[in-house]
C-alpha cells in the first residue's frame, strides 16, 4: 500500500512570496521543501519508499557546476540588476538546446569551470553590496504574475538551488570515488 499526502495532513507546495519579511521567508521556503519531500514520497509503493537506491542519470558534477554559474547570472545579474547575460551565456545555443550548459560541460575543464561559477559568484557578490536593502526590488520580472523579486527572495531562493544542487553533488560523488560527508 502506498502512503499518500492525505496522512500528512495535505501540505500544500506553494511558492514563497516574492516580497515578505525575514521571517514571512525564511517559514515560507521552509514549508515549500517540506512540502516538496512530501510531495517526492507521496503514493510511492512501500517497496519503493525503502528498496530503491538512486539509478545512473545523465547529471554530472561538471554540469551541475556549470549549471549553478548560470543561475547565479540569471538571477543576480539578469534579473534583480537588469543587465544583459555575460559570456558564455549571452552566445549560448539555449534555443537548440534549453539544457546547454549541463550538456556542453563535459567539454569543459574543471579548473574553467570553478572559475566560471567563481566568477558568477563574484558578480552576484557585488550586486548583493550594492543593493540598499533586502527589500529592494529586481528589474527583471515574474513570468507568472508580472511582479518584481525582493533581493531577499531573490537571496532565498538561491541557497535552495544550491543547497537542492549539493545533494545531487553529494550523491554524484560518492557514486564517483565514494567521497561522502561534506
Given amino acids: 500500500m502506498a502512503w499518500t499526502q492525505r496522512e500528512a495532513g495535505e501540505m500544500q507546495r506553494r511558492d514563497p512570496d516574492l516580497a515578505a519579511d525575514e521571517r514571512t521567508s525564511l517559514v515560507q521556503f521552509l514549508d515549500y521543501h517540506r512540502a516538496t519531500l512530501v510531495q517526492k514520497v507521496s503514493d510511492v509503493p ?96 515574474a513570468k507568472t504574475t508580472g511582479e518584481t523579486f525582493s533581493l531577499r527572495w531573490i537571496l532565498l531562493h538561491m541557497l535552495e538551488e544550491t543547497a537542492r544542487h549539493n545533494g545531487h553533488a553529494d550523491l554524484l560523488r560518492e557514486a564517483t570515488d565514494g567521497t561522502v560527508g561534506e
Fill in 46 to 141: 512501500a517497496a519503493g519508499l525503502s528498496g530503491r537506491t538512486v539509478p545512473s542519470s545523465g547529471l554530472t558534477l561538471s554540469g551541475l557546476i556549470k549549471h549553478l554559474a548560470l543561475v547565479e547570472d540569471h538571477w543576480f545579474q539578469e534579473v534583480f540588476s537588469g543587465l544583459p547575460m555575460p559570456e558564455p551565456w549571452a552566445s549560448a545555443p539555449f534555443d537548440d538546446d534549453p539544457d546547454w550548459e549541463f550538456h556542453s560541460a563535459e567539454h569543459d575543464r574543471a579548473e574553467d569551470l570553478v572559475a566560471l561559477y567563481a566568477a558568477a559568484c563574484a558578480r552576484s557578490r557585488a550586486a548583493v553590496d550594492g543593493a540598499a536593502s533586502l527589500d529592494q526590488r529586481s528589474a527583471g520580472t
